[in-house]
């Protein structure tokens, strides 16, 4: 099962927007809406930030959204603070066996 | 609070086994499907396998690079789920987190912290 396409790295300024891209194929996502996105800061649990393309969890800053067109998910996260320097991965149920699939993750820099 | 705790990593040679645990409290166990997700070192998150609950009769379903060596078990009666790996490779060395599973499409909600599997000799 092949990784969902993260770009490596993304960067942005304080106060500024920046959108994360989530590729895969249709088996990937399956024609489903179940992709999720996970904050990892370093030595840390992943967090979830996003699910079901859309949602956010309970005390989840509404500065973080998320959409999907087609095969690819994107994250965007708006008013960039210092803390959300982080890695962040997509993933997405596949049910064409059963399994779940990770993108590579995208290092997120807050200049 | 819902909490989940690892344990059971360490060091092993090539070819050994190794048992992780996840202890797990502050939700109804017994309803919920469980996930172990892996992080070698510097890399991405890897997905590793699944056990349902059961009322699902615990069906379980792995990662192809896993797939005949690993095994994931639980025990309702003492919440807490297991990784049982045999055949350990190199490329087994991660860190291996256990997850919660939610919703229809099996988003995860809750994490622990991970236990450090080294495979080496």
């Known amino acids: 099962q092949s990784a969902l396409t993260q770009p490596a790295s993304v960067s942005g300024s304080p106060g500024q927007s920046i959108t994360i891209s989530c590729t895969g194929t249709?088996?990937?996502?399956?024609?489903?809406?179940?992709v999720s996105w996970y904050q990892q800061h370093p030595g840390k649990a992943p967090k979830l930030m996003i699910y079901d393309v859309t949602n956010r969890p309970s005390g989840v800053s509404s500065r973080f959204s998320g959409s999907k067109s087609g095969t690819t998910a994107s994250l965007t996260i708006s008013g960039l603070q210092a803390e959300d320097e982080a890695d962040y991965y997509c993933t997405s149920y596949t049910s064409s066996n059963t399994s779940w699939v990770f993108g590579g993750g995208t290092k997120l820099t807050v200049l | 609070e819902v909490q989940l705790v690892e344990s059971g990593g360490g060091l092993v040679q090539p070819g050994g086994s190794l048992k992780l645990s996840c202890a797990a409290s502050g939700f109804t166990f017994s309803g919920s499907a469980m996930h172990w997700v892996r992080q070698a070192s510097g890399k991405g998150l890897e997905w590793v396998g699944r056990i349902r609950s059961k009322t699902n009769n615990y069906a379980t379903a792995y990662a192809a690079s896993v797939k005949g060596r690993f095994t994931i078990s639980r025990d309702d009666s003492k919440n807490t789920a297991y990784l049982q790996m045999n055949s350990l490779k190199t490329e087994d060395t991660a860190f291996y987190f256990c997850t919660r599973e939610k919703g229809a499409g099996g988003y995860f909600d809750y994490w622990g912290q991970g236990t450090l599997v080294t495979v080496s000799s």
């Open positions: 249709s088996s990937d996502f399956g024609g489903y809406n179940y």
